[in-house]
């Protein structure tokens, strides 16, 4: 099935996700994430770290102020939490930011922390509503190794397209595992094992999928070193006079 049989993606798009190596929606399925960022609990903002991803819920204090160093935008604002503390929040080249959040209204913000002038900071943090957090929290997102002109959100947003074509449901039908093996494994469907590497609900879904695949990849390269062997050895009694 062809990469732009799904929604969103044209011909120009295809060939940014062919320089990635997929060439099809089997290939894409098949993309995995290299890492994952786990949508964590919220912390106060005494218990963040420096150099660290932060997850901090509160209210900004002051309107986003905004100024150009060069063809630099630097928005900022102050954030404070339930406890009273306040912190630094900063984006470079992110004018829309300024429309975007409201004083006193509460938010999620989930960013790196730096250290500026001494105090701690949080650099290029995303927003989230309380409710759209909610539903995030304690999932993970997975991260894809991307080439020039190819982003995360649009594999993600891709792979969720793949998701509901045939090919998803193809990869059953082509599972290598026998039916034996699986259930003396424990091993649910291959499609679910994609799905959940892919977008896992918990941690415990991530494991079970990773472990499935895993098995998966040393099955195929036994057997296919099984089965060479058996060829060369074909091959040895045909020349033998």
Same mark, same amino acid.
């Given at each position: 099935?062809?990469?732009?049989?799904?929604?969103?993606?044209?011909?120009?798009?295809?060939?940014?996700?062919?320089?990635?190596?997929?060439?099809?929606?089997?290939?894409?399925?098949?993309?995995?994430?290299?890492?994952?960022?786990?949508?964590?609990?919220?912390?106060?903002?005494?218990?963040?770290?420096?150099?660290?991803?932060?997850?901090?819920?509160?209210?900004?204090?002051?309107?986003?102020?905004?100024?150009?160093?060069?063809?630099?935008?630097?928005?900022?604002?102050?954030?404070?939490?339930?406890?009273?503390?306040?912190?630094?929040?900063?984006?470079? !080249?992110?004018?829309?930011?300024?429309?975007?959040?409201?004083?006193?209204?509460?938010?999620?913000?989930?960013?790196?922390?730096?250290?500026?002038?001494?105090?701690?900071?949080?650099?290029?943090?995303?927003?989230?509503?309380?409710?759209?957090?909610?539903?995030?929290?304690?999932?993970?997102?997975?991260?894809?190794?991307?080439?020039?002109?190819?982003?995360? !959100?649009?594999?993600?947003?891709?792979?969720?397209?793949a998701l509901e074509t045939p090919e998803f449901l193809r990869l059953d039908d082509e599972d290598i595992i026998p039916e034996a093996v699986k259930r003396s494994l424990n091993f649910g469907f291959k499609?679910?094992?994609?799905?959940?590497?892919?977008?896992?609900?918990?941690?415990?879904?991530?494991?079970?999928?990773?472990?499935?695949?895993?098995?998966?990849?040393?099955?195929?390269?036994?057997?296919?070193?099984?089965?060479?062997?058996?060829?060369?050895?074909?091959?040895?009694?045909?020349?033998?006079?």
């Amino acid at each position: 099935m062809k990469l732009t049989e799904l929604k969103g993606i044209g011909e120009k798009t295809e060939k940014i996700f062919e320089k990635a190596g997929i060439s099809d929606v089997m290939d894409l399925l098949l993309f995995f994430p290299r890492d994952y960022e786990k949508f964590d609990h919220p912390t106060t903002i005494n218990e963040i770290g420096y150099m660290n991803f932060a997850v901090i819920k509160g209210v900004f204090i002051k309107s986003v102020s905004e100024r150009r160093v060069n063809r630099l935008v630097i928005s900022q604002s102050m954030f404070k939490d339930e406890t009273g503390e306040a912190v630094r929040v900063v984006w470079f !080249n992110a004018p829309f930011i300024k429309n975007t959040i409201k004083s006193g209204v509460p938010y999620v913000l989930r960013g790196r922390v730096s250290r500026k002038y001494g105090t701690k900071q949080i650099d290029q943090p995303k927003v989230f509503k309380i409710g759209e957090y909610d539903n995030l929290e304690g999932g993970l997102m997975p991260v894809y190794p991307l080439t020039k002109g190819l982003s995360n !959100n649009m594999v993600s947003k891709a792979v969720a397209g793949a998701l509901e074509t045939p090919e998803f449901l193809r990869l059953d039908d082509e599972d290598i595992i026998p039916e034996a093996v699986k259930r003396s494994l424990n091993f649910g469907f291959k499609s679910a094992a994609v799905k959940n590497i892919h977008f896992p609900s918990d941690n415990d879904a991530f494991i079970a999928a990773r472990r499935r695949l895993s098995f998966e990849e040393i099955f195929l390269f036994i057997y296919m070193m099984k089965n060479n062997k058996n060829t060369r050895r074909q091959s040895s009694k045909r020349i033998i006079p």
